[in-house]
Each structure stands twice: as C-alpha cells, then as structure tokens.
C-alpha cells in the first residue's frame, strides 16, 4: 500500500482523485485518471464464466485498499478532497462494490459520471420534509417495540392459521433451532 499511497502523493495533486473503472472496455492509453481500474478479467460479461470468490477474495480486498492508500495521502494533503470522481463502463455489480468501498461511513463522497448526467452523494443532517411520516404507535415507547420471529414455514394450514392467531405481545422474541441467519 505504501507504493500505491507515494504514486498517488506525487500524482493527485488537488481536488478529487479521478477513476476509470472498467469491466466492458480496453483502456484508453490517453486516459489521465489517477486511478484505472480494470476489473475484466476476472469479471466476465457471463457470470456464469467466474468463480463469484472473486468478489471477497480480490476485489474487495483491492478495493479496501485503494480506500485507505487515497485516505492516507488526503490526511497528509488537505489540498486533495475526500471526493472519488468515477468515470468509465462498468457492470453495475462492480459499480455497486466501488460505491459499498467508498460508502458514507468511510467519509468519502462519489462524483459518478454516467454519459450527461453526474451522480453525486453528499453527507447531509436527515431531513424529511416532503415525506409522509406516520404517527407514532399508542403505547410505543423511546425504546421501541421490535418483534423478531424466525419459524420455519408451517407444515400444515391449520398450524399456519393457528401461528397467526397467537398474540405474542411487545417484546417477544423467538428463534427456532433449525432457522439459520448469518451477518458479516
């Protein structure tokens, strides 16, 4: 990382850092991006073609790591803005891994070029004005009232009416052995 981060130093001088990413196209030997990203291979225009580990195993990790090479340069250069402005022709899964990359927690912004529009995220305070927004609930409190319940699917329609009958109240939480969930 520390090579990537001296290339981008002497190379971005201010402003946002400017990328290509492509999954469709050769790049153009003009193109003056900072970054170039090439993701085809491994990606295929037929997912069917590619082992879908590529995801977790190579572009993501690449992907966290030009974060955090372009992150340390704009912390030593306050000249250079957190801003990523994306140009190129990409499958949208890959767009859509660069966007998870550079996403609101990590503070970067995305300038995404797209034929004559611009596609821009910012970091504003939430407002809902606009929105329809429903009352709170009688009796809903500041700690809230989640019910979870993860079941398996009835085995019968008379258990299935008779799961849907049962009142379980507020704060009932229930998990069936056999249910699996998984988060990362």
Known sequence: ????????????????ATVRI????PFSVADEALVHLSLSPPLEHDPDVYDVAVWDGKIAPALADLRDALHTVQLEHRERQ?????EGAAHLSAALMLGYAF????RWSL???????????KHE??????????????GSGREGDLVVMCMPPPTSAKRHARRRAV???PSFTSRHPRARTSFR
């Open 22 to 25: 492509e999954t469709r196209n």
């Open 125 to 138: 305070p939430a407002n809902l004005d606009g929105w329809d927004v429903p009352p709170s609930r009688v």
């Open 167 to 169: 009142s379980l109240g």
């Open 111 to 121: 300038l995404v070029h797209h034929h004559d529009d611009v596609w821009e995220t």
């Open 1 to 16: 990382m520390r090579l990537r981060a001296t290339y981008y130093a002497a190379h971005w001088t201010a402003g946002p």
């Open 103 to 106: 996403r609101e927690p990590t």
């Open 82 to 86: 957190r801003v990523l402005e994306v």
